[in-house]
């Protein structure tokens, strides 16, 4: 087989060749305006009010003054901070999503190591990684906090399992930091040890620590934030509104109802496109605790009745993701020589296929970029004219592009800003129209239009 310093050679190269392939979509994405306000618009403005005045606050996200923490609990966020301060542009933005996705190759590699996997399947799974469909994908859709699970998730488990408090510790603390349904996929993780690995004590405790953290977040967002998205979760909740628990009640007291939850042809779509590379590893012989590891998939993904948590095109998949590859290793280590390499061969061969099906077409926003590069340009410079101080309302795929101004709204959110700036290849406008409700138009290409309020 592989000698180790050409399997971490290959680690590398993945490295690069992932966080190159997501910066370079993504970063092609926001220079064609086409990163819509939710949510690129939304982060963009906020890191700027973040290295300005360290405060995550938006205007475009609830149509006033508030903190992205009343929204969702993320301190996580401010790790990239750093990074933006020296190059403050939503360009930056996307390239730090690239990398921390990326960076999740490190602690599967010591996984790997850790569980003694053949150096070839090692090297298999590393370029599995890189072409897993839903991960590039979920980064398609633009920066989210959620891409931190990625790498954050398979260091608890690195922590867990080499038993390192230190690497466990800070890894957990950073999981919590990144979203208030972390603690979802760590006390899926808690359970595991304790019921799979025979880890009684940690295992208790991290499952106690998540339930407590994701308890106090939810509480902290109810009581003085936005709220949290429940309604993602209607069919689960048996009153208007309900809780979390609810959900959680609802799969425990209803099993059966929750299971015909997740026979939709889009969700039967969604676990293939996620199951089929190691399809053949989940059907062999398992132990049944193992299967605590799909949990998050299951209840996160599959049973809501919310579109865009089971498709691969956006945000939701980071974590269902690395949980599926640490089982993937758990089943691997199981095997003998040759069949790891086959397996892990086969997840490669079916990933690159998924990849090529549904992923490798993302790069029509290089191709848009490079031939119509000189009109993109033009129409940042457009912006321009409009005066920095200056509250601006704007066409959704404009506001990422507007994010320096402190006052920043969507058009469909109906407030009356100093300035109007219309996307005309999605939105038509109408001077006259406009003119009557006291704008007046200041500036018009063919791509778009700006009006100032008399």
């Known amino acids: 087989g592989p000698g180790e310093k050409f399997v971490r050679r290959t680690y590398a190269i993945c490295f690069l060749l992932l966080s190159g392939w997501i910066g370079l979509v993504t970063v092609c994405r926001y220079l064609v305006f086409r990163a819509p ?18 405060a995550p606050v938006t205007t475009c996200e609830r149509n006033l003054a508030l903190s992205h923490f009343q929204v969702h609990t993320s301190p996580i966020f ?58 590039s994908g979920s980064c398609f859709y633009d920066l989210h906090e959620n891409c931190f699970l990625a790498p954050c998730l398979l260091w608890v488990v690195y922590g ?37 690995e025979k ?40 009153e208007p509104g309900g809780s979390m628990i609810q959900i959680i009640k609802t799969v425990l007291i209803h099993p059966a109802y929750a299971l015909r939850e997740c026979f939709t042809i889009e969700k039967l779509q969604y ?19 193992r299967y605590l590891l799909l949990g998050p998939m299951l209840l996160l993904n599959v049973m809501p009745d919310y579109e865009y948590l089971h498709t691969i095109n956006y945000q939701y998949n980071f974590g269902t993701t690395v949980l599926l590859f640490y089982f993937v290793i758990l089943q691997l280590s199981g095997l003998d020589q040759r069949r790891q390499r ?8 079916l990933s690159g296929l998924l990849f090529a099906g549904t992923k490798a077409g993302s790069g029509w926003y290089m191709e848009d970029y490079l031939q119509n590069r000189n009109t993109y340009q033009q129409m940042e410079e457009d912006l321009d004219r409009i005066p920095a101080d200056a509250s601006v309302t704007a066409s959704t795929y404009l506001v990422a592009h507007l994010y320096e101004h402190e006052e920043l709204y969507q058009t469909d959110s109906g407030i009356r800003s100093q300035y ?4 005309l290849r999605w939105e038509d406008s109408s001077a006259e129209k406009l003119k009557e409700t006291g704008y007046e138009l200041i500036y018009q290409s063919d791509a778009l239009a700006i009006y100032r309020r008399n």
């Not at 949510?39 to 360290?54: A, H, L, N, V």
């Not at 109810?222 to 209607?234: A, E, P, Q, T, V």
């Not at 086959?342 to 061969?349: D, H, I, R, Y």
Request: proline share 4%; charged share 10%; hydrophobic share 55%.
């Open 37 to 54: 306000c939710f949510d690129m618009g939304i982060f963009s403005q906020m890191f700027e009010s973040m290295r300005r005045t360290g």
């Open 78 to 135: 401010y790790v990239l901070l750093p990074l933006y301060a020296i190059w403050p542009s939503p360009v930056t933005l996307q390239i730090g999503q690239a990398l921390v996705t990326a960076s999740g190759l490190i602690p599967l590699y010591f996984l790997c190591r850790r569980h003694r996997l053949d150096a070839t399947a090692t090297l298999f799974l590393a370029v599995a990684y890189l072409l897993f469909p839903a991960l």
């Open 160 to 196: 867990m399992t080499a038993k390192k408090t230190w690497v466990l510790a800070l890894s957990v603390v950073a999981t919590l930091a990144i979203k208030e349904d972390a603690g979802i996929y760590l006390a899926f993780l808690g359970l595991y040890f304790w019921m799979g």
């Open 199 to 238: 880890r009684r004590k940690t295992g208790l405790l991290l499952f106690f620590v998540s339930v407590v953290a994701f308890g106090a977040a939810t509480w902290y967002l109810s009581r003085y934030g936005d709220g949290i998205l429940s309604s993602r979760f209607d069919n689960l909740l048996y």
């Open 271 to 289: 676990l293939l496109l996620m199951l089929l590379p190691f399809g053949g590893l989940l059907v062999c012989k398992t132990p049944p605790a």
């Open 342 to 349: 086959a397996q892990a061969l086969g997840a490669v061969l």
């Open 420 to 423: 109007l700036a219309i996307d």
